[in-house]
């Protein structure tokens, strides 16, 4: 067999190796992960806990800012909450826009992910204080 005949062999055999599922096809729902989405039911977020977390959000997004003083944030804020049965855990997820300045005219326009969570099923008004989980300030608006 020539030599040229072995290598094109060889190279179709680690082509064809590369070829299969993918381990990980995306991303889906707040844990970022696509095998937890199984697990994630959606839940109705309740306005008691868009209180309870309105400003504590708005104070973890501002200390990321580049310009804190200056934080202005969009009144349209987008709430999601999930239940995650495999961790059982209820996450709450806040997010939006904020401007800020410098005193020389420079404008950041960022937007913010916040991801709240709660052990157990969430379904009452009254419930323990949220725990925070992430905070992600973006260089992209939503």
């Keep these: 067999m020539p030599m040229i005949r072995i290598v094109i062999i060889v190279m179709m055999a680690s082509l ?3 070829v299969g599922t993918q381990p990980n096809p995306g991303s889906m729902g ?3 992960h696509f095998d937890d989405s199984a697990n994630l039911v959606p839940l109705k977020v309740r306005n008691q806990w868009k209180y309870d977390v309105i400003t504590l959000t ?8 580049r310009f804190p003083a200056t934080a202005r944030f969009d009144d349209k804020v987008r709430y999601e909450a999930y239940y995650d049965s495999n961790k059982n855990i209820t996450w ?4 939006g826009n904020v401007t800020c ?3 020389v005219g420079q404008k950041d326009n960022n937007g913010y992910y916040v991801t709240w969570q709660q052990p157990g ?3 009452e008004d009254i419930l323990p204080p949220w725990q925070l989980k992430d905070v ?3 260089d992209e608006t939503y």
Excluded: F, I
């Design 58 to 65: 708005r104070e973890r997004v501002t200390k990321q800012l």
């Design 92 to 95: 709450l997820a806040v997010y």
């Design 30 to 32: 707040p844990t970022g």
């Design 16 to 18: 064809a190796a590369c």
């Design 136 to 138: 992600a300030v973006l």
């Design 121 to 123: 099923e969430a379904h």
């Design 101 to 103: 300045s410098s005193d």
